[in-house]
Structures are given as C-alpha cells and as structure tokens.
Nanobody, 126 residues
Framework: QVQLAESGGGSVQVGGSLRLSCVASSAITSSHCMAWFRQTPGKERERVATIRFGAGYSDYADSVKERFTISQDYQKNTVYLQMNSLKPEDTAMYYC???????????????????WGQGTQVTVSS
C-alpha cells in the first residue's frame, strides 16, 4: 500500500507563492493518477489539480488555472504543486491523493482516489 506525505504548506501574504510536495513511499506507476485536493471546514473536498503520472497529462480547477502548476518527478516518486499569485480563498488544507485509473483522463471525484496524505495547511492572509 502506497503512503503519501505532503509538505510545503505555510502562511503567506496575498500574491505570494508556495510549493507543495507529495512523496510516495513506493513506486507510483503510469496507471496512477495523482491529484491535489483542498478542503476548508464545513465544505466538501475540492479537486485542485490532477496529473497522469508518467505521461504528465494535467488538468486544473478553473479557480486555479494560470496560477497553479502540478508537476512530477518520476525518479523521486514525487508530485509538486506550485502555487503562485495566492489569494485568501486559496486558504485550505491541501491533500495529495493517488488512484489507479486507466485512460489518459484523471477523474476529479475524491471517491476515485484510494490513497491520501495527511494534509498540509495553506493560509493566505491579506
């Protein structure tokens, strides 16, 4: 069973940047989709970005397009989320997730990801 560990969260001011990292405890294959989700208290978990591990096909929520970039390091079994131009509404707990899916499309629903990290808090203040 793969385990995921996120890091890189913190507190920044509006317009700042952070890079989140998600390291997998064992090899992630090209059958995996990796995703970043975020959640605030009382709200449902929201997909931020997904990437087909290996091939690198990525997709983003409309709210983060042009500001966030998901990337991978295949050799290090690591996925990153570069977050630029941060806004207060980006404040949330961010979770890394992995799921086995076939085809180039990575599903956005949390139920399709069976492995989750513990989360890392991102706080953006004005």
């Amino acid at each position: 069973q793969v385990q995921l560990a996120e890091s890189g969260g913190g507190s920044v001011q509006v317009g700042g940047s952070l890079r989140l990292s998600c390291v997998a405890s064992s090899a992630i294959t090209s059958s995996h989709c990796m995703a970043w989700f975020r959640q605030t208290p009382g709200k449902e978990r929201e997909r931020v970005a997904t990437i087909r591990f290996g091939a690198g096909y990525s997709d983003y929520a409309d709210s983060v397009k042009e500001r966030f970039t998901i990337s991978q390091d295949y050799q290090k079994n690591t996925v990153y989320l570069q977050m630029n131009s941060l806004k207060p509404e980006d404040t949330a707990m961010y979770y890394c997730a992995a799921g086995i899916m076939y085809g180039s499309f990575c599903d956005t629903a949390p139920r399709n990801y069976d492995t989750w990290g513990q989360g890392t808090q991102v706080t953006v203040s004005s």
